[in-house]
């Protein structure tokens, strides 16, 4: 059975920059795919699980330094957050956060 859909999710994390911690929290929008694979059968039929996360949006929700206790704010310094973001696998968190929930997966293929 292969599924497809759609999913967002709300993560956090902390970031380093020039040697101060930044608390982030951030939304990730993307697609997600699953192919339970088929491990019976005939060996010309059976072929392992796939599945894969595509994150198309990243959306960064809110930016707090640890001293200040404010939110941080600026474009260099938010676009250096992103950057340490994306730096993390935000693709495998969309997926992982999909195969948990209860959302509905759509039509089988």
Not at 56 to 84: K, N, Q, Y
Request: aromatic share 12%; net charge negative.
């Amino acid at each position: 059975m292969i599924r497809k859909g759609s999913h967002e999710c709300s993560r956090s994390a902390e970031v380093t920059l020039d040697g101060r911690q930044y608390f982030v929290e951030y939304t990730l929008r993307g697609k997600c795919y699953y192919d339970e694979g088929r491990l019976y059968g005939p060996p010309e039929n059976c072929y392992p699980p796939e599945s894969e996360g595509e994150v198309l949006e990243l959306r960064l929700d809110s930016v707090w330094g640890e001293e200040e206790g404010v939110p941080c704010v600026g474009d260099i310094f938010l676009s250096r957050i992103r950057a340490e973001i994306e730096t993390l696998p935000l693709d495998d968190y969309l997926l992982e956060s999909w195969m948990e929930s209860d959302y509905d997966y759509g039509p089988e293929e």
